[in-house]
């Protein structure tokens, strides 16, 4: 076996791989074991069968790693029996919603979400009533509550792009390096939920068309540049409707790997993968030939 592969619960890491994590674990230094754990196994799709991150195994691979001196992970936290767990604090935060049902309603609204008590209501509505719950997400990232008049409709999230997808490289006409330079001016709608009490005809495309010509400001706001294209996984039997009926491209579908699987393991589901350009010149902007919106640094 060459010298740069590991292995570790039947799983191979390579020197790339050893050096994400290295990367990650400095990065987040402030999330807790099993946090960096979730972040890890979803860069480089260590997941079980059915898409869930293999959380256990990870923790001890890192902390084997952390023995040999190739990375420092933050001190164990220990959990309090009397600390209440996720699901019952969502349980908390979700009684006493009106949660009626909505047919009809007035102007759309798309809140940026910020941490407090709004964010604790985003999460506890995702993992409530999205069927992957919510995502342990890494980098950039915006969260939208979908509302009118003082009701929330749904959520939003918007993420790091996946890291490898041939469709879309060859789609852009991207080399490696260019890929490399500009990979994160590419988002990933990576959660899209209308809460099941709301029926408002056609209100699901209206939320993608919103987010779709709000994003790249707000997204200059917080991270002082504006991605330029948007991208998205459906899983079947979904059929992506509401992407197709706001724009969106279907380009193929995913090859059931993990987001850095390098050794051909189909771990997951096949996805149909759509995207959706953000401006005209959105693809000379991901090949370096025209400059992609920024902050200037004069004006801040």
């Known amino acids: 076996m060459p010298e740069e592969i590991r292995q570790h619960s039947g799983r191979r890491f390579s020197a790339e791989e050893i050096a994400l994590i290295k990367e990650t674990t400095e990065m987040y230094s402030r999330l807790s074991q099993r946090e960096l754990a979730s972040t890890v196994c979803e860069l480089i799709g260590w997941v079980t069968p059915d898409g869930k991150p293999k959380r256990v195994q990870c923790v001890e691979f890192m902390r084997q790693l952390e023995q040999e001196g190739l990375i420092k992970l933050p001190v164990a936290r220990l959990k309090s029996k009397k600390e209440p767990s996720a699901a019952a604090d969502n349980q908390v935060l979700l009684k006493g919603i009106d949660n009626s049902e909505v047919t009809e309603c007035g102007d759309i609204k798309l809140e940026i979400v910020h941490p407090g008590s709004r964010l604790a209501l985003w999460r506890a509505y995702v993992n409530n009533f999205h069927i992957l719950g919510d995502p342990h997400v890494h980098g950039s990232q915006l969260r939208y509550l979908i509302t009118s008049e003082g009701r929330d409709l749904g959520c939003l999230l918007f993420s790091a792009s996946s890291w490898a997808l041939a469709q879309r490289e060859e789609w852009i006409g991207w080399t490696p390096e260019e890929k490399k330079n500009r990979l994160h001016l590419i988002v990933n ?39 330029v294209l948007l991208e998205t996984f459906v899983d079947a039997p979904y059929k992506g409707t509401s992407y197709k009926a706001s724009n969106w491209i279907y380009l193929g579908e995913t090859k059931g790997r993990g987001r850095n699987d390098r050794y051909k393991e189909k771990l997951l589901t096949q996805k149909a993968i759509y995207v959706l350009p953000l401006q005209r010149d959105f693809r000379a902007v991901l090949k370096g030939d025209r400059p992609y919106k920024a902050v200037d640094p004069d004006a801040r």
């Not at 939320?207 to 709000?214: D, G, P, T, V, Y």
């Open 189 to 227: 709608n990576s959660r899209f939920l209308l809460l099941p009490w709301v029926r408002v005809k056609y209100l699901a495309s209206r939320a993608l068309s919103m987010a779709a010509r709000q994003i790249q400001g707000d997204w200059l706001k917080e991270y002082c540049y504006a991605p």
